[in-house]
């Protein structure tokens, strides 16, 4: 398994602010996860980061409105940009270990934007 | 297009009570993962099913994979209070040997009443 720290935990953020969540991982991992999951809602990729390349998105969210570094192989960070009410919602950031592809998952930061 | 589709997505229970909850996904994947998720938690691992006809027990859940039909299902025995969670089944996206993400079907919310 893998343990997994999110800063912050929770936030409240004003519309047109950007926040930054950090995600600190037990040990080296190649691939991590960023993961949206809106109020009552199942849980959709954002982009997969891995250390030394451009993070990956999926379809429908983008660099400039979240922006990813992921600096060594223990560390990421996700930016939410420019926030308006929609982009409240719980982000989780989650990472693979070994070979089964199960994934573990941070206990996320809940961002509430007024 | 990529689908896991869950049902039912609202599951009242009587303790006691058995039922399944059934997982259907679009890919060909081999691989299939049940999570469970507290209010206001982060995900938990509960299984993980890596090949077809793969059963996997824990107390009082018990979970299966059917490639060839593409369903998993959960089945819940004598459920008591403390069942009450939303499940989340995921199917395995592969990028290349071990490594992928998962895609989450909308979730069961799982209530058991006394």
């Known amino acids: 398994s893998a343990v997994i720290s999110q800063k912050p935990s929770r936030d409240i953020c004003q519309r047109g602010t950007s926040l930054t969540i950090q995600c600190q991982v037990d040990?080296?991992?190649?691939?991590m996860f960023w993961y949206r999951q809106q109020p009552g809602q199942s849980l959709t990729l954002i982009a997969t980061?891995?250390?030394?390349?451009?993070?990956?998105?999926e379809s429908g969210f983008v660099i400039d409105k979240f922006p990813i570094s992921r600096p060594n192989l223990t560390f990421s960070t996700l930016t939410v940009s420019n926030m308006s009410p929609e982009d409240s919602s719980i982000y989780l950031c989650?990472?693979?270990?070994?070979?089964?592809?199960?994934?573990?998952f941070g206990e996320g930061s809940r961002l509430t934007v007024l | 297009e990529l689908k896991v589709e869950q049902n039912p997505l609202f599951l009242s229970m009587q303790e006691g009570k058995n039922y399944t909850i059934y997982c259907n996904y679009s890919?060909?994947?081999?691989?299939l993962y049940w999570y469970r998720q507290d209010p206001g938690k982060s995900l938990e691992s509960l299984f993980v099913?890596?090949?077809?006809?793969a059963v996997k027990q824990e107390g009082r859940l018990m979970a299966s994979l059917d490639t060839k039909a593409r369903l998993s299902t959960l089945h819940i025995t004598a459920a008591v209070h403390d069942l009450s969670a939303t499940y989340f089944c995921?199917?395995?996206?592969?990028?290349?040997?071990?490594?992928?993400?998962?895609?989450f079907g909308k979730g069961t919310k799982l209530s058991v009443k006394p």
């Open positions: 890919t060909t994947s081999d691989r």
């Open positions: 989650s990472v693979s270990k070994g070979d089964t592809g199960e994934l573990f």
């Open positions: 040990s080296q991992v190649t691939m």
């Open positions: 995921a199917d395995f996206m592969n990028y290349g040997g071990s490594q992928g993400n998962l895609i």
């Open positions: 980061a891995n250390q030394g390349s451009e993070a990956t998105y």
């Open positions: 099913l890596l090949s077809n006809g």
